[in-house]
């Protein structure tokens, strides 16, 4: 099988000269849950920003055999959905609804498949009530499901979660696994929350200071209290 992502030897610095990402080398198959972890400033969400080009570094990263480069950006951001750590980056319009309907509706949809595409995955975070509010007015917990359905609703081939379970209520995190675990596309989540990693993603790819330094089945690095303990994680 092809991958559906890989990075070759890529390496990025933010314009103040901070070098956050260095060398990283990555296969993903279709379909595997993958979990990224590591510390706070490990690189985590840099990663994530390159899979759908926001943020741009040497080296190389195809997505479905198509290497990532301006003339391609559309297409790729169509097959990568990726969910930010902070939903008020995610969240600009006026009401969820709109807000969870952009996405389809760029991708060309008709209305009536638009509205059924928001109307699932408002169900599918449990805010079905919410399509008239408007998102700066909800709580980040609240914030974070939209932004979420904001993703789902344009059914992209690869989900792209920076801490997803980050701020929602023991109920909502739970709900929010199930959810994954049922949905069959690619995922590659930035998390700290060790439970969902153990129950969601069998594979897990830990980063150190933008490098990777272990890379293979998340029970295995969980159980690696050597490593984890080196990595900032216990
Ligand atoms: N805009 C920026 N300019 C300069 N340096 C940055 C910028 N954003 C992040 N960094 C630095 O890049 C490194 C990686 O940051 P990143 O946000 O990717 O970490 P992370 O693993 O997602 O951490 P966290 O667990 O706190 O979310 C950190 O050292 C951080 O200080
Ligand atoms: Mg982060």
Do not use: W
């Not at 040497?58 to 559309?74: A, D, F, T």
């Not at 297409?75 to 959905?81: P, S």
């Not at 675990?181 to 989540?189: A, G, K, P, S």
């Amino acid at each position: 099988m092809e991958p559906v992502i890989e990075i070759s030897n890529l390496s990025f610095s933010y314009p103040d000269g901070k070098q956050a990402l260095e060398g990283i080398n990555l296969l993903v198959q279709p379909g595997e849950k993958i979990a990224l972890v590591g510390a706070n400033g490990a690189g985590k969400s840099t990663l994530l920003y390159h899979l759908n080009g926001i943020f741009t570094g040497s080296g190389m990263i195809r997505v479905n055999q198509l290497e990532l480069n301006k003339n391609n950006l559309p297409r790729v951001r169509a097959m990568v959905g990726l969910v930010f750590q902070n939903p008020d980056d995610q969240l600009f319009s006026p009401t969820v609804y709109e807000d969870v309907a952009y996405g389809p509706t760029y991708q060309g949809l008709d209305p009536h498949t638009v509205r059924e595409k928001v109307a699932l995955a408002l169900k599918a975070v449990h805010m079905e009530d919410y399509a008239q509010r408007n998102p700066y007015h909800l709580s980040s917990g609240e914030k974070k499901k939209i932004a979420i359905a904001t993703v789902l609703s344009m059914q992209p081939q690869i989900l792209a979660f920076d801490e997803p379970t980050a701020g929602l209520d023991p109920r909502a995190r739970r709900e929010l696994i199930d959810l994954l675990l049922e949905l069959q596309q690619t995922m590659i989540i930035a998390t700290h929350d060790m439970n969902m990693v153990e129950q969601l993603t069998p594979r897990t790819i830990l980063l150190n200071h933008g490098k990777i330094v272990a890379d293979g089945p998340s029970l295995d690095i969980l159980r690696n209290d050597r490593l984890l303990m080196t990595n900032g994680l216990i």
